[in-house]
């Protein structure tokens, strides 16, 4: 199976607050893997690391057989080929619906205008936003910003996308409208990462779900494995937890 | 009353007053705009993420240094005398007798500039770190970063402080009368000068000087609201629309 991106030993502390430590992971071409685990564990930073917002303290980040930390490698070119969906949608508040799909393509793909409207008006027709084009993120609900920030990231026709709870700033009856999308951009073969909170969602979507424990991935496996038989303890008390949890915010 | 003679004054002057009054708005808004630029630019380069190491890390040192240096002087001292130093020291320095239009312009561009490369770097950090993380993450560099997505959002926040900068400029220019720039100020001194109704002429300067930055405020206000736009957006409803952005 092809890697996409293959992390070795990477470590990250913040000061000394060792936040990652001796990670040691990669996503497949096509696979759809979900992180999940415990507040503070590590997880958005992790994602972070891996495209480079937050600068890694060691280890090794191979993309296409050579390490992006060396000192010499362009972070710009690099992460064109990574998508990224933030907890907080980041729409670019100055442009329009359009304008936001469309001005990385121009800038960084050097598409013309032409193209770039072309490609995003698929994709906004992807996630059901073409008929807002004209629309200011200021003037959409949480879900609409979040699925034009999911069109955002697909128009750059990436190798993978990285999803940061891409449901956790939403109110809940919004949660379904993004999940769908995501759903069914799982189904077509698109390489995701997905940090989420929703473990049904992620048991049904992922190939393979990813625990993580205080800054180590504490196990990983098939989402039967993890979410029916973990082997490790700590697993079984995490989900344990937050079973509880959603049955509380059930009741 | 003195209401007679502030009519006289000003009948019998009103095109000196005019034309006071254009080289006042017009030192003030052509200084508001080199100023801002100024202030832009420096601003921008204050903002830039300090490399690691290196030349590059030495370089940005170094202008920043002098940036700063240049924002803290500017503001620390009154225009009046930074007028005086100009003009005067330009002549001593460098032999030049300056115009005395363009080192009003001079001054007052450097002056705005000091005060609104503050307001710039201001605006800049205001801004959300999400929009450089969307941007970056979209493989933008810092300088496209800037340009396309933080730039746009610093102008539309600064609007209002760089019009509150025209108006103070406006005021301001009076103190140019030092080095013999006719606006309105010195224009008002001269005419005084001869009809020795100092508080009739001196209201009238007033009266103008207060039409000219009231009118100034009500416009800049309507361009912020213009900038704006509208509250509402159009949702594509037909396919025609719809087909010709796709074409
Ligand atoms: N910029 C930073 N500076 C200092 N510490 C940080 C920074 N970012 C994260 N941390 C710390 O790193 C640890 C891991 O944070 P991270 O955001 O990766 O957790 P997470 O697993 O994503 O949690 P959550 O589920 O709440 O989003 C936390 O203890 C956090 O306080
Ligand atoms: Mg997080």
């Not at chain 2, 002098?66 to 100009?86: C, D, H, K, N, W």
Request: proline content about 3%.
């Amino acid at each position: 199976m092809e890697k996409i991106v293959d992390i070795q030993h990477l470590n990250k502390s913040f000061g000394a607050h060792e936040v990652l430590k001796d990670i040691n992971f990669s996503v497949n071409k096509g696979e759809v893997v979900s992180i999940i685990g415990s507040s503070g564990s590590g997880k958005s930073t992790l994602l972070r690391c891996i495209n480079l917002l937050e600068k890694p303290s060691g280890g090794e980040i191979i993309y296409r057989g050579e390490n992006i930390l060396d000192d010499k490698h362009d972070l710009a070119e690099y992460r064109k080929h990574l998508g990224m969906v933030f907890q907080q949608f980041n729409l670019f508040n100055n442009h329009n619906v359009l304008n936001n799909c469309v001005v990385g393509q121009i800038k960084v793909l050097k598409r013309t205008r032409g193209e770039a409207e072309k490609v995003a008006m698929k994709y906004l027709g992807v996630v059901g936003m073409d008929r807002y084009i004209n629309a200011k993120p200021k003037q959409l609900s949480g879900g609409q910003k979040q699925r034009v920030a999911i069109a955002r990231a697909l128009c750059m026709e990436p190798d993978v996308i990285l999803f940061d709870e891409p449901t956790s700033a939403l109110d809940p009856e919004m949660v379904g409208e993004v999940l769908k999308v995501m759903k069914d951009l799982a189904e077509s073969g698109l390489t995701m990462l997905i940090v989420t909170h929703e473990m049904e969602f992620a048991k049904e979507v992922s190939d393979r779900v990813v625990f993580m424990d205080k800054g180590v991935i504490a196990e990983e496996g098939h989402p039967e494995h993890i979410f029916n038989n973990p082997s490790q303890e700590r697993t079984r008390e995490f989900l344990k937890r937050t079973l509880v949890q959603s049955r509380l915010a059930f009741v | 009353m003195s209401l007679d003679w502030v009519i006289k004054i000003l009948v019998e002057n009103w095109p000196m007053f005019l034309r006071g009054a254009g080289v006042t708005l017009l030192i003030a808004l052509i200084g508001t705009v080199f100023g801002a630029i100024i202030g832009l630019l420096a601003g921008m380069i204050r903002t830039i993420p300090m490399p690691e190491r290196g030349m590059r890390k030495i370089l940005l040192k170094t202008i920043n240094l002098i940036l700063s240096i240049y924002i803290e002087f500017f503001r620390g001292t009154p225009m009046i005398a930074q007028a005086m130093v100009i003009f005067y020291g330009s002549a001593l320095a460098f032999g030049i007798d300056m115009n005395v239009f363009a080192a009003a312009i001079i001054i007052v561009s450097i002056n705005t500039g000091a005060y609104m490369a503050e307001i710039v770097r201001g605006g800049v950090l205001s801004i959300d770190k999400g929009q450089f993380e969307a941007a970056h993450a979209v493989g933008m560099n810092h300088m496209q970063t800037m340009w396309n997505v933080v730039l746009p959002q610093v102008i539309r926040n600064i609007l209002p402080a760089t019009g509150n900068q025209f108006v103070i400029n406006i005021k301001d220019t009076s103190v140019l009368n030092v080095i013999s720039v006719t606006e309105l100020y010195f224009v008002t001194k001269t005419v005084s000068g001869i009809s020795y109704r100092y508080f009739e002429t001196f209201f009238v300067a007033c009266m103008i000087y207060f039409t000219m930055t009231f009118v100034v405020t009500r416009i800049l206000l309507y361009i912020e609201k213009r900038l704006d736009g509208s509250e509402n957006y159009t949702m594509i409803t037909n396919d025609t629309q719809f087909e010709a952005i796709q074409k």
